[in-house]
């Protein structure tokens, strides 16, 4: 699979646990960090939502990791440029940058340290102990995005 094109759709159970997943923010209920990423469609101009985690960098800064890759909500926030982060009845509008696949080890690492036993399948045997060289290789396939 091509890196800069990579997706992994929801197969099987995913789309049950993903409504699941998705509600609970609505709910106002987060888990380690989650919310609503609430992004304006790039052909319709509506409202899309997804669960994502938000994860602090050592710098302090915020980002968005999609470990499924090149998805909708990835091709639209490119787009849009900015959206909205919701939990429950608050909502949190921010901008967003896309990070270059050479600043993206150390972020990559950190997403696996932090939320790997959720989302490790979907990096496909890459871990938090991946070497800097294996994480620079699979970087293109997993757009990452500076929250401000």
């Known amino acids: 699979m091509d890196n800069a094109t990579r997706y992994l759709s929801p ?11 998705n509600l609970l ?4 209920i987060s888990i380690m960090g989650s919310r609503l990423l609430a992004v304006r469609g790039r052909k319709s101009g509506e ?4 669960m994502v985690n938000v994860m602090t960098g050592a710098d302090g800064q915020r980002y968005l990791v999609a470990p499924r890759g090149h998805t909708q909500w990835v091709r639209n926030l490119r787009v849009a440029g900015e959206g909205e982060l919701r939990l ?6 921010f901008s967003a940058t896309e990070v270059p696949d050479v600043d993206k080890v150390p972020l990559l690492r950190l997403y ?3 939320f790997g036993w959720e989302v490790g399948k979907f990096f496909e045997g890459v871990t938090k102990d991946a070497t800097d060289a294996e994480l620079t290789a699979i970087a293109p396939g997993f757009p990452v995005f500076r929250l401000g």
């Open 11 to 21: 197969a099987g159970a995913d789309a049950v646990f993903n409504k699941i997943a």
């Open 25 to 28: 923010p609505k709910l106002g």
């Open 47 to 50: 409202w899309r939502t997804t």
């Open 88 to 93: 429950g009845r608050k909502s949190e509008t």
């Open 112 to 114: 696996l340290e932090k």
